[in-house]
């Protein structure tokens, strides 16, 4: 569905994504693990033509997409939950929420975006009792499921979630997880989960990716990289001692 | 939402019996400045309140307009209302190609580009003496028509401007309401968000900037007409400044409010007139003031005191009951 060729994408003169490639089935959650300034963020933004790749190929169901503008690619179905959620704090949940389906209302789908507003109170409750509030007074995880739901408005065939996990309680995070697994069961999205938290991220995804100083270092199924001794060493971490004198 | 057209269409009445009142012709003409200035606060609101783009050259605009429209009918013998669609026209395009280079620009960089731009139409209003006449400005403009209808006195002109002033709040309204007006708020928010949203963010400000470009220069075609002289001190920096401090007194984002703040500042120097040589320090203290106590402007003070009065009585029906 989605494959990346040999991407190469610099801020200046820094070079952020060196060579990555990376690939998607239709329906698979992808989790990319890696430390701080690995590039993950970088590969999300370079996905979504926020900072666009200078060198590589992308193809989205078998489109090359690389030098399209960033609402040609919403458009064909790729939506971002950026990385500290982003929510528009000065404007309702509701107003937020509208927003994400903002290309839509283009070709005059009111009653379509209305029933998937419905969709999204469905899914997070509490986003419905707070329609009418400013998105800036909820709480961190309540903007969240703002920021997923805001998304989800585009109807996109793969989501791309930049730290989801990101300063929020281990119970909220379960639960945002549930959702993300619960929307791949119910309407077949496929999901690129970036995460810190690569155990509770590798649990929940079938593949994953790992990301070292901009370059690929390892990739392979979910269980087999949680068993894996560096990945253990270096992100879930257990300290050397245990791993390699045992 | 429904409160905000209610609330129109309550101004608009109100806006249309004012002369009924007030018969006096100094007045009036207060009242004719009042509707240009709302003209050119709303149409900066649009950019500044709703997009948060900055501009420190709207008199630019207004200077162009005025100019455009004023040197076509007295040099050339245009028709006037064919001139306004000239210049409006003309300063859109204009403001189509600055935006695109210049609206890549934030914040501190945005305003040194517009003040520059702003700087550049004044010196340039100064030294074609051949086309503007100069410092000592432009005469013989002629008014407007429609049919055998001649707009020259302080009541025809007062009708005709605000006719235009409302016409220009209800579109800013309905745009304001509208997903764009919602694209345009999360731009100011954040402008990546709204880009991952799928909201051409770039395209979107630089055609905000050109909408609100040509109403300023419809409103400087009106004030061309209308004054049927023009001088470049009008278009001046000062002007800009003065645009930017009325949509800020009277509330960002607040339609309603560069209304209020329109009116302030046009009526204030005219009552200040009564303390003479101290009318710049009371001016400003007065913005002060304001600014500290209002921080949503005139607009969020309105809204606020109504809730505050509504309180009130639903207590003392209260008390009553009890």
């Known amino acids: 569905m989605l494959r990346l060729k040999n991407i190469n994408t610099y801020y ?79 404007l309702s949940v509701e107003d937020n929420l509208e927003l994400g389906a903002y290309l839509r209302y283009r070709k005059k789908e009111k009653i379509a975006i209305r029933q998937d507003l419905e969709m999204i109170y469905e899914l997070f409750p509490r986003l419905r009792e707070r329609r009418k509030q400013m998105a800036g007074t909820l709480s961190g995880g309540e903007q969240q499921m703002l920021a997923i739901g805001r998304a989800l408005m585009a109807r996109p065939k793969l989501l791309l979630l930049d730290e989801p996990s990101m300063g929020l309680a281990p119970l909220v995070v379960q639960e945002i997880f549930r959702v993300i697994e619960n929307l791949r069961r119910e309407k077949g999205t496929t ?8 155990k509770a991220a590798l649990a929940l995804a079938d593949r994953g990716y790992v990301l ?23 992100y879930l971490g257990k300290e050397k001692k245990e791993i390699w004198e045992r | 939402m429904k409160r905000d057209y209610l609330l129109f269409i309550l101004f608009a009445l109100l806006v249309y019996a004012v002369p009924t009142f007030f018969k006096g012709g100094y007045l009036l003409n207060v009242l004719v400045f009042m509707g240009i200035n709302t003209m050119l606060a709303v149409a900066l609101n649009l950019l500044l309140g709703f997009a948060g783009q900055i501009s420190l050259g709207h008199a630019s605009f207004f200077g162009l307009g005025a100019y455009c429209s004023g040197i076509l009918t007295a040099t050339y ?31 501190h960089y945005l305003a040194m580009a517009t003040l520059g731009f702003g700087i550049i139409v004044y010196i340039v209003l100064n030294e074609t003496v051949a086309l503007t006449g100069g410092p000592s400005g432009l005469s013989g403009i002629p008014n407007l028509k429609i049919g055998t209808l001649l707009f020259d006195g302080d009541l025809k002109n007062y009708y005709l401007i605000w006719t235009f002033a409302l016409v220009t709040m209800l579109l800013s309204i309905n745009l304001a309401h509208s997903r764009i007006g919602r694209a ?86 005219e009552l200040l007139r009564v303390v003479q040589d101290y009318d710049i320090v009371v001016y400003g203290l007065l913005l002060i003031v304001m600014t500290m106590y209002m ?19 639903v207590k003392a029906v209260e008390n009553a009951q009890g």
């Open chain 1, 12 to 90: 200046g003169q820094v070079h952020a994504l060196r060579n990555v490639s990376l690939h998607l089935a239709k329906g698979e959650i992808v989790t990319l693990i890696g430390a701080n300034g690995a590039g993950k963020t970088s590969l999300l933004n370079t996905l979504s033509a926020i900072t666009p790749a200078r060198s590589g190929e992308i193809h989205f169901q078998g489109e090359g997409i690389g030098t399209l503008p960033p609402d040609r690619i919403v458009e064909l179905g790729i939506s971002h939950v950026p990385e500290g959620r982003q929510v528009f704090k000065p």
């Open chain 1, 191 to 198: 999901v690129l989960l970036v995460e810190q938290n690569a």
């Open chain 1, 212 to 234: 070292e100083t901009g370059k690929m270092i390892l990739e392979g199924v979910a269980s087999e990289l949680l068993e894996n001794r560096e990945v253990q060493r270096a």
């Open chain 2, 77 to 107: 013998g245009f028709n006037p209302w064919l001139t306004m669609v000239i210049a409006a026209a003309g300063v859109g395009l204009l403001a189509f190609g600055l935006g695109f280079p210049i609206l890549k620009l934030k914040g």
């Open chain 2, 184 to 269: 345009l708020r999360a731009i100011h928010d954040s402008e990546v968000a709204s880009r991952v949203m799928g909201v051409n963010a770039r395209l979107l400000k630089v055609q905000i900037f050109s909408l609100s470009a040509v109403i300023s220069a419809v409103a400087g075609g009106l004030y061309a007409h209308t004054m049927s002289f023009i001088s470049p001190a009008s278009f001046g920096f000062n002007f800009s400044v003065e645009l930017v401090t009325m949509v800020v007194i009277g509330g960002l984002g607040s339609i309603f409010g560069s209304f209020l703040g329109a009116a302030l500042l046009t009526i204030l120097p």
């Open chain 2, 295 to 313: 921080p949503k402007g005139l607009a969020g003070g309105v809204a606020a005191c109504w809730r505050l009065l509504r309180s009130k009585k």
